[in-house]
């Protein structure tokens, strides 16, 4: 998986690209990230990326030269680009999409928005397709273009161990995640259920599953949609819609 990504923030994204699995992808050769600032394809003297809105109204707009400009150059090196705008106006970003991404051929370009958003014609005129990480705004594009690039590079094999990409799989049947304990056996009063500590690993198994449904039907139920429940898993269901 190849991608550039382009802020004005540079530090902000290579500060979380030189860290933990991110890095350790990069070293294996999984995972090759650029950092480009968008600063640095300004025209002007001052390297301005924003000016006012037409029409007025509060705040400042990214203009779309210098975003043009790096993205002309990125093309001299690789055409074949796959452009992505960091937008709360896009799709809602999923583990399918981040899944899809994963397994991209073509160079990934992730453009960060600032301010009150990027001119219009940047979408248009560079074909970008826009995503969104959830309904709500946040200050800059920076966060949710690294939270879309760790949950796509994370399922590229090779990047995971074992026991991590199991635990990969198993959101991907749209389930929760089961509880998790480590040592000490006791803290605070707060005991381990027996199960883990069983080591029948077949029971382990399925108190975890059981666990996931659980999770899932009360604080998710909407994910339960997507599963194919075993004859197993219909019981457990059953169980505790009986318990209301």
């Keep these: 998986m190849k991608c550039d990504i382009l802020t004005i923030f540079p530090v902000m994204i290579s ?5 933990s699995i991110l890095k350790r992808a990069q070293e294996k050769g999984l995972f090759k990230a650029r950092v480009l600032n968008i600063r640095d394809y300004a025209a002007d003297k001052h390297r301005m990326v924003d000016d006012y809105p037409y029409g007025g109204g509060a705040g400042m707009v990214m203009k779309p030269e ?8 990125i093309k001299k090196e690789d055409p074949d680009l796959r452009i992505i705008l960091v937008s709360p106006q896009g799709r809602t970003f999923n583990h399918n999409i981040a899944l899809d991404l994963s397994r991209e051929k073509k160079r ?7 301010y009150e958003g990027i001119d219009e014609r940047v979408k248009a005129g560079a074909g970008a397709e826009e995503i969104s990480i959830g309904d709500y705004i946040l200050t800059g594009g920076e966060l949710a273009a690294l939270v879309i690039i760790d949950a796509s590079v994370r399922l590229i094999p090779g990047v995971l161990g074992d026991e991590e990409s199991a635990r990969c799989e198993s959101f991907c ?15 605070m009063g707060m005991g381990v259920p027996d199960v883990l500590l069983s080591g029948n690993h077949e029971e382990i198994r399925r108190w975890r599953r059981m666990q996931a449904i659980i999770n899932s039907y ?8 997507g599963v194919k429940l075993t004859d197993e898993d219909k019981k457990i269901l059953d169980e505790i819609r009986k318990k209301g």
């Design 218 to 225: 009360y604080k998710r139920p909407d994910l339960l949609k």
């Design 173 to 187: 049947d749209s389930l929760l995640d089961y509880p998790h304990y480590t040592r000490p056996p006791e803290f």
């Design 66 to 73: 210098p975003i043009f400009a790096a993205l002309d150059q």
């Design 108 to 114: 990934l370009v992730f453009i960060c928005g600032h």
């Design 15 to 19: 500060s979380v690209l030189n860290e």
